[in-house]
Nanobody
Framework: QVQLVESGGGLVQAGGSLRVSCVAS???????MAWYRQAPGKQRELVAR???????NYTESVKGRFTISRENAKNTVYLQMNNLKPEDTATYYC????????WGKGTLVTVSS
């Protein structure tokens, strides 16, 4: 079992920045890590993903604005979000994919216009 705990969400004005973090209860070395988000009334969508070797990919709407990174020694994955837009408002979920998939409970990001 892996517990994932997200933090760092909050209220920010459009154009601002936030960094959300996800701390795992044990090593994430063998996991592909990702951030998903779900806005009210919408389906959960993949935001960014980082593989074990550090390769990343992003959904088109956040390219150039968001950066995913991982710090295996701290069992932590980050999502740096810059130039935030109101449409980025959502609950952001951490995901760990290995032989078993794990999810955190989410952290709410609200971007005001």
């Amino acid at each position: 079992q892996v517990q994932l705990v997200e933090s760092g969400g909050g209220l920010v004005q459009a154009g601002g920045s936030l960094r959300v973090s996800c701390v795992a209860s044990r090593s994430i070395f063998f996991y592909r890590m990702a951030w998903y988000r779900q806005a009210p009334g919408k389906q959960r969508e993949l935001v960014a993903r980082i593989t074990r070797d550090g390769s990343t990919n992003y959904t088109e709407s956040v390219k150039g604005r968001f950066t995913i990174s991982r710090e295996n020694a701290k069992n932590t994955v980050y999502l740096q979000m810059n130039n935030l837009k109101p449409e980025d408002t959502a609950t952001y979920y951490c995901n760990a994919m290995g032989a078993v998939e794990y999810w955190g409970k989410g952290t709410l990001v609200t971007v005001s216009s």
